[in-house]
């Protein structure tokens, strides 16, 4: 699997909810799924990391992505960050991924994730949990500071 077949996999399942794929060169940063309400980043990975103790890197997930989300976010819109490693999903707050993704060990992604599904998509559970109310997000002093030496 890729992240292309994962886009193609969530565009399908998310079909009820109007689910469309951007590609958005005007505005860097952009998520990579639009539904009816609101954006969803999209990141694959072959395997975890072999050790526990490992910081889960994803190298493409950028400085911009994570902007996006917290703006998005403060405003109160729906943002979301998927995440596929092998069989296994994890479905986080864009803004929570925002802080930890890149620097946290794979048992902290699955502990601050919103969902965690060990073996496959469930489709049903996914639209449920998309289309229930996000939680407001807040941001302390603490965490723009870290927000601006992301890199």
Not at 11 to 25: D, H, S, Y
Not at 42 to 49: N, S
Not at 92 to 107: E, K, P, S, W
């Amino acid at each position: 699997m890729s992240e292309s077949t994962m886009r193609s996999k969530v565009i399908q399942t998310l079909k009820p909810l109007n689910a469309f794929a951007v590609e958005n060169p005007c505005l860097p940063g952009t998520p990579d799924v639009n539904f009816s309400e609101g954006w969803i980043e999209l990141k694959w990975l072959r395997a975890w990391p072999k050790r526990a103790s490992t910081i889960v890197k994803l190298p493409h997930y950028t400085k911009e992505q994570r902007i996006w989300a917290f703006k998005r976010r403060k405003i109160g819109g729906q943002a979301w960050f998927l995440l596929q490693v092998r069989r296994e999903w994890l479905l986080l707050d864009a803004a929570v991924a925002g802080l930890i993704v890149n620097y946290a060990t794979r048992q902290e992604l699955i502990s601050h994730a919103t969902a965690y599904f060990a073996s496959g998509l469930p489709e049903e559970d996914l639209i449920l949990l998309l289309l229930s109310e996000q939680e407001a997000f807040q941001i302390d002093q603490n965490q723009m500071a870290r927000l601006k030496e992301l890199k």
